[in-house]
């Protein structure tokens, strides 16, 4: 029987003779996120919810931040290959520690798109925003492409002020510039800004994303296949992009995208989540390689989504 695994960003979707493991192996995965936050302080790590407001006071006029999950933006799927993208940057994180993510994710992997969270305190650091901004700029280079998200931090109009001081850095994805639940205001800004604006990383039916292409709120659509349904609603999302001429962009949880990614001939490019990549590598075998910003999954010819549980690395998270 196939023992076959696939990591997601809630746990562990498993099938075969090894069903009967899931549970710990979910719970392995939370706790390293846990302890891995503790060990690490370049992890990036948090288990707890992505929007969970963390009262953590920075050192640049005494502005109160939200935390936010680290990742890697980045994979692009063509035909039986996958583009990806960058690494998501907390708002908490200093210029040094900054610098040297955003020069190991470029420079030394070699993934050319990087990500970097704006909205700190939910819009009350404007200032500290596009100053982050200006030194990611200089961290990558010119020929990078430079991403930001706000996670619904700002309101419509200060939206389109920061994308006017973001245009002179080149970012080109601004996602969640307001509230994804406010389809008009995110409207109203894609009609304002020139860089990409991008939403629907919450989703978790079909009608959720046909009102957000409806009201013409994105010019590329994310939708995530550990919330919208799984890969067969997620192949959906992907056709009604298609049908109102947007492309898609997969958000988080790489592995489990990545072989549906690469049969979408719309897909803009696959988020290359860090802290998933970082649980993933740590229990399974078969993990993709993201060198120069692509990935090609179904090349070795492994079942289901090419990932195998490595038991014996595992065992010392098993909690029952």
Partial sequence: MSTAWA????????????????????????????????????????????????????????????????????????????????????TTYDEQRQDRQLRGWVAEDGIPRVKIKIGESWGRCEARDLWRVARARESIGDTAELYVDANGGYGAKQAVKV???????????????VSSDRLEDLAFVRG????????????????????????????????????????TVWLRVAALAL?????????????????????????????????????????????????AGGIAPGRDGAPGLGLSLDAERARPYRTG
């Fill in 7 to 90: 990591c997601s960003s809630v746990g562990v979707c498993n099938r075969g003779s090894v069903a009967q493991k899931g549970q710990w192996l979910v719970c392995a995965a939370l706790r390293h996120w846990s302890s891995a936050s503790r060990e690490d302080p370049d992890s990036g790590l948090w288990w707890s919810s992505r929007t969970r407001a963390a009262q953590a006071s920075t050192a640049s006029g005494g502005c109160w931040t939200r935390r936010s999950w680290s990742c890697a933006v980045g994979c692009r799927v063509r035909a039986r290959s996958s583009r990806s993208t960058a690494l998501t940057m907390f």
């Fill in 192 to 231: 304002r800004v020139m860089a990409d604006v991008t939403a629907g990383e919450y989703g978790y039916a079909l009608p959720y994303f046909r009102r957000m292409l409806a009201a013409g709120a994105v010019d590329c659509l994310q939708a995530d296949v550990t919330r919208c349904g799984g890969i």
């Fill in 163 to 177: 994308a006017a001081g973001l245009d002179g850095q080149g970012v080109t994805w601004f996602e969640e510039p």
């Fill in 243 to 291: 049908s109102h001429g947007l492309e898609i962009s997969g958000h988080c949880a790489p592995h489990a995208h990545a072989h549906a990614a690469a049969s979408v001939p719309i897909l803009r490019h696959l988020e290359w989540f860090h802290d998933h990549v970082r649980i993933e590598r740590l229990l399974f075998e078969g993990t993709l390689d993201p060198a």
